[in-house]
């Protein structure tokens, strides 16, 4: 069983839907919790971090973290085309970060 | 602040050869971490150096192998390419002792053919 499970999409959405995007783990020593956003051909561009249980928005994400039921997931509200991109969360702990093989999302206009 | 560099942007080696990827970290940032990812296998940790020593190493081979300098800056040589190990290296930099907070640069894309 991997460490990190990421469902790998495509997810394909209408432009201004609400987009959910999912992962589990089984790690309960992972303590913080990350998502990355990578365009096509570019290195993963860091979204957003938290450390807790519960949620943090930054404008139209949201991140979600149940540290209960190991499991994350990331929000985006009124989704654009420019949101078009592989999605992965990445789970640190024991000084290394750990992805998930990341979700490929496609905004249709 | 200027991100995280990496040279080449891209490399083409022959199966046997042995190359050397360079990256420069954000300023003030100490720690550098290398990954591999290709498309079947997503992001692979490979190392992560903090002040110049190795605090953490993934599950990879001998051949690959890294080092920091004083400057922060570090250096990913892998040695007797194989095919397999096309892929494209990124490396993240961080700043703090605890280097969950990773910023990537562009990466290397490594062909060997």
Known sequence: ?109 | KAGVTQTPRYLIKTRGQQVTLSCSPISGHRSVSWYQQTPGQGLQFLFEYFSETQRNKGNFPGRFSGRQFSNSRSEMNVSTLELGDSALYLCASAAGTDSYEQYFGPGTRLTVT
């Open chain 1, 1 to 109: 069983q991997k460490e990190v499970e990421q469902d790998p999409g495509p997810l394909s959405v209408p432009e201004g839907a609400i987009v959910s995007l999912n992962c589990t783990y089984s790690n309960s020593a992972f303590q913080y919790f990350m998502w990355y956003r990578q365009y096509s051909r570019k290195g993963p561009e860091l979204l957003m971090y938290t450390y807790s249980s519960g949620n943090k928005e930054d404008g139209r994400f949201t991140a979600q973290v149940d540290k209960s039921s190991k499991y994350i997931s990331l929000f985006i509200r009124d989704s654009q085309p420019s949101d078009s991109a592989t999605y992965l969360c990445a789970l640190w702990g024991y000084q290394k970060v750990t992805f998930g093989t990341g979700t490929k999302l496609q905004v249709i206009p």
